[in-house]
């Protein structure tokens, strides 16, 4: 059975920092690119980063690009997300998700590209 288990949600103040973390289990982690994706209250679930299989190449939307970093142990079949500099407007639910190969480049920003996801958990950045 496939899951994908986030953890290290809560609440923090704006400029606080977070550490999100991703438990895998049910398939081979080690071939799939992770990615994380949130969605703020009333909005659509948006990209915000990615790691490929090994590890090699991450990606990161403009809009974390220097504040967040994504990460992945693969003996521990789990990726992470830190999370820096937090804003109030980063309010959301974080969501991984798992590719269904070993890809990379672009496509990675896709949601459609990914066939496994979590269930989320909240992220809230007090002003």
């Known amino acids: 059975q496939v899951q994908l288990v986030e953890s290290g949600g809560g609440l923090v103040q704006a400029g606080g920092s977070l550490r999100l973390s991703c438990a895998a289990s049910?398939?081979?982690?080690?071939?799939?690119?992770m990615g994380w994706f949130r969605q703020a209250p009333g909005k659509e679930r948006e990209f915000v980063s990615a790691?490929?299989?090994?590890?090699?190449?991450?990606y990161y939307s403009d809009s974390v690009k220097g504040r967040f970093s994504i990460s992945r142990d693969n003996a521990k079949n789990t990726v992470y997300l830190q999370m820096n500099s937090l804003k109030p407007e980063e309010t959301a639910v974080y969501y991984c998700a798992a590719t269904p190969g070993p890809t990379a480049g672009p496509i990675l920003q896709r949601q459609s590209h990914y066939n496994y996801w979590g269930q989320g958990t909240q992220v809230t950045v007090s002003s």
């Open positions: 790691i490929n299989w090994n590890g090699v190449s991450t």
């Open positions: 049910g398939f081979t982690f080690s071939s799939r690119s």
